[in-house]
């Protein structure tokens, strides 16, 4: 079983509508909890970044973590075609060096 | 400002042949990672850097891999006599702090092609 188990998809939502994306985890270990964004053939793009359990939002963007169901969710408002990316949650815990990355999902937003 | 710089951006090599990747982290970041991207195989870490430390070498997939950070910026992933299991993307990342409290940010990475 992998440390962190993320649904790959593809994902397939019209424009405007809120997409939810979701990852658990099994370290209970884990403390800060990231959300990337890649679109093709390109890097990683940090999207939001939380430490800890609670919610954080930014514009579009809210990043939930439930420490104690090991699960965290990405909420995406008001999806534009510039979403379509595939989204990759990654954790570590305080000491670590190394991300924990999910495999990755890929959404279509649909004009 | 700039953000993390990996070239080539793109390399096809034979297999046998040894190939240096560069990445050319944000300024003033001490700590530096390489991962490697592949299909089926996601994300994962290979080597990370932080100042003057030894560094961390726990997720090289065998003695072929090496890397070095002179000078404690630019950093060269050398993979000797490449095989094709060695094709994927190779990411670099760069964080301002050793640990998780300082998110990591990534370049767009070299896709390897090992023919």
């Known amino acids: 079983q992998k440390e962190v188990e993320q649904d790959p998809g593809p994902l397939s939502v019209p424009e405007g509508a809120i997409v939810s994306l979701n990852c658990t985890y099994s370290?209970?270990?884990?403390?800060?909890f990231m959300w990337y964004r890649q679109y093709s053939r390109k890097g990683p793009e940090l999207l939001m970044y939380?430490?800890?359990?609670g919610n954080k939002e930014d514009g579009r963007f809210t990043a939930q973590v439930d420490k104690s169901s090991k699960y965290i969710s990405l909420f995406i408002r008001d999806s534009q075609p510039s979403d379509s990316a595939t989204y990759l949650c990654a954790m570590c815990w305080g000491s670590a060096r190394q991300l924990t990355f999910g495999s990755g999902t890929q959404l279509t937003v649909l004009p | 400002g700039a953000g993390v710089s990996q070239s080539p951006s793109n390399k096809v090599t034979e297999k046998g042949k040894d190939v240096e990747l560069r990445c050319d982290p944000i300024?003033?970041?001490?700590?530096l990672y390489w991962y490697r991207q592949s299909l089926g195989q996601g994300l994962e870490f290979l080597i990370y850097?932080?100042?003057?430390?030894?560094?961390?070498k726990s997720g090289l997939p065998s003695d072929r891999f090496s890397a070095e950070r002179t000078g404690g910026s630019v950093s060269t992933l050398t993979i000797q006599r490449t095989q094709q299991e060695d094709s994927a993307v190779y990411l670099c990342?760069?964080?301002?702090?050793?640990?998780?409290?300082?998110?990591?940010?990534f370049g767009d990475g070299t896709r390897l092609s090992i023919l």
């Open positions: 939380t430490y800890s359990s």
């Open positions: 300024s003033g970041h001490t700590a």
């Open positions: 370290n209970s270990a884990f403390q800060y």
């Open positions: 850097f932080q100042g003057n430390s030894a560094p961390d």
């Open positions: 990342a760069s964080s301002s702090a050793a640990s998780g409290n300082q998110p990591q940010h």
